[in-house]
């Protein structure tokens, strides 16, 4: 994610939370033209934070339900890692997690909540 521009982060999101019958709608929030905080809100009763900062290459996706992390993913401190729904304080290494990715994640998660 090092390589994205904000504009480009940006978009990417908007992209994806436009395909997903899951999102409601999403709040972009550019900080000094440095970083970006977007909350995308969703059907399900969840929703999801991002963060980006291209200067570091820094980039988050945290699944928040009742104010706490309930499924991540991000690069922070040690790389690429995933924040897994059954124990969301480890870290599990992993390849760079797309957006994209991470949102189809949820939306199995939030299929399979409906089923239950």
């Known amino acids: 994610m090092a390589e994205l521009e904000l504009v480009e982060f940006v978009n990417a999101i908007r992209d994806a939370c436009d395909r ?3 999102v409601t709608g999403y709040d ?3 900080q000094d033209n440095a970083t970006v905080k977007i909350r995308i809100f969703l059907s399900a009763p969840a929703f999801i934070d991002t963060y980006f900062n291209p200067a570091n290459g820094n980039c988050t996706f945290a699944l928040i339900q009742e104010g706490q992390r309930i499924y991540g993913a991000d690069n922070a401190f040690v790389g690429w ?3 897994p729904f059954d124990d969301p ?3 599990l290494p992993s390849n760079e997690v797309t957006f994209a990715e991470f949102l189809r994640t949820i ?3 939030a299929a399979r909540q ?3």
């Open 89 to 91: 304080e480890h870290h």
């Open 20 to 22: 997903s019958s899951l």
């Open 107 to 109: 939306e199995k998660w």
């Open 114 to 116: 409906q089923e239950e």
């Open 28 to 30: 972009v929030r550019i």
């Open 81 to 83: 890692h995933v924040h």
